[in-house]
């Protein structure tokens, strides 16, 4: 069965940091595409940034380009996002989700994304 865990979501202050984790499951996980997205009550959802498991190579949305870092560790299956400089606008559902033809590792079309998990809800106060 595919699973894909978020944690690490809470409430920080404008310019705190905070450390998202997607854990994975299910599925080989080093040659995948994994997606971050956020939904903020009533916006549609976004694409924040992605990850190719098996090259490293990255992309991020202009929004959050020298703020946030999406990064994997293969050997735990897990794919972070290290969120710095944090913005009201930055708060939402964090939701991650993953391309299993990796085909996503440069792009953040949700269409790509076959699984997704739950969400991790991210409060940033000004």
């Known amino acids: 069965e595919v699973r894909l865990a978020e944690s690490g979501g809470g409430l920080v202050q404008a310019g705190g940091s905070l450390r998202l984790s997607c854990a994975a499951s299910g599925f080989t996980f080093d040659d995948v595409a994994i997606g971050w997205f956020r939904q903020a009550p009533g916006k549609e959802r976004e694409g924040v940034s992605c990850?190719?498991?098996?090259?490293?190579?990255?992309y991020y949305a202009d929004s959050v380009k020298g703020r946030f870092t999406i990064s994997s560790d293969n050997a735990k299956n897990t794919v972070y996002l290290q969120m710095t400089s944090l913005k009201p606008e930055d708060a939402g559902v964090y939701y991650c989700?993953?391309?299993?033809?990796?085909?996503?590792?440069?792009?953040?079309?949700?269409?790509?994304?076959?699984?997704w998990g739950q969400g991790t809800q991210v409060t940033v106060s000004s």
């Open positions: 989700a993953a391309d299993p033809t990796a085909a996503g590792s440069g792009s953040l079309h949700e269409i790509l994304y076959d699984y």
């Open positions: 990850i190719s498991t098996s090259t490293g190579s990255t």
